[in-house]
């Protein structure tokens, strides 16, 4: 995608920080905010995959030579590490100006009273604990330099939840109250909270989901067209690249055969 100079301008120097970058819709992130800034940008990308970082940063910096990317390890449901890998950002790299919190996870589609409480942690340590402690670690240098975007990737399980989703969907209503607390909590500073919750996207997140069982994955996507990571992606980049006293709070995205949750046209096949 083309993007004009404003975007160019609006991302230069940035520091931006984007967690589950490794692949999907974090990946496809990293990929539209080097584009757009034409590489005059610098990117923070963790995940737990550090190979699969590495691999993306070597194509970034192949297509940009200019711009400098840091890729670490961190798996944000270890809620210990997250203030000390914040803590231990190089000086080129601490003053985050835009905090993706893209990381997220459903584990299984067990229904309630059947939930392994391993699943439970999980998904509350990655989807709740982990963004909520990035957030809070890197709020203050935000407030100190009275700049800044946190966007959340929140999902329309928060809003429409369904069977099945018990813990995910809560997780998920959790992000989209903590992001309406927050950016109350904000309104006298320049810092922008930006909360995007896409509907059907067919990323490796459903494989996840359903432990490793692709033929169950696809199912999920059988007879639609579901968005793709760079979808939303997108969405990211285009609520992050506005004049800075314009907030695009909430994006709630579907494919255009979906109109909610359950809501979903299947073509034959």
Excluded: W
């Amino acid at each position: 995608m083309s993007y004009g100079s404003s975007a160019a301008s609006r991302l230069a120097n940035k520091v931006v920080l984007i967690t589950g970058a490794s692949a999907g819709i974090g990946e496809a992130t990293a990929q539209e905010f080097a584009e757009a800034a034409k590489g005059q940008v610098k990117l923070i990308l963790t995940a737990r995959r550090k190979d699969k970082l590495d691999a993306l940063k070597d194509e970034l910096t192949k297509q940009y030579p200019n711009i400098q990317v840091l890729t670490v390890e961190l798996d944000v449901s270890e809620i210990s590490t997250i203030v000390p890998f914040v803590e231990k950002l190089p000086a080129e790299f601490k003053e985050i100006d835009i905090l993706v919190n893209n990381a997220g996870k459903a584990q299984g589609v067990d229904r309630v009273g059947d939930i392994a409480m391993e699943d439970i942690e999980v998904m509350i340590n990655t989807n709740v604990l982990g963004l909520f402690t990035l957030t809070q670690a890197v709020v203050p240098g935000m407030q100190q330099r009275n700049r800044g975007d946190i966007v959340n990737l929140g999902s329309i399980a928060g809003r429409d939840p369904y069977p099945g989703g018990g813990i995910y969907c809560a997780s998920k209503a959790a992000i989209r109250s903590f992001s309406h607390s927050l950016r109350k909590e904000l309104i006298n500073t320049r810092i922008r909270v930006l909360e995007i919750d896409p509907g059907n996207v067919e990323t490796d997140f459903s494989i996840n989901r359903f432990g490793g069982d692709i033929s169950k994955a696809k199912l999920v996507y059988a007879g639609t067209e579901p968005l793709v990571a760079v979808d939303v992606a997108e969405l990211v980049l285009f609520a992050c690249t506005r004049k800075e006293n314009t907030e695009i709070a909430e994006q709630l995205v579907f494919s255009t055969n979906q109109a909610s949750a359950f809501h979903l046209f299947k073509q034959q096949i």
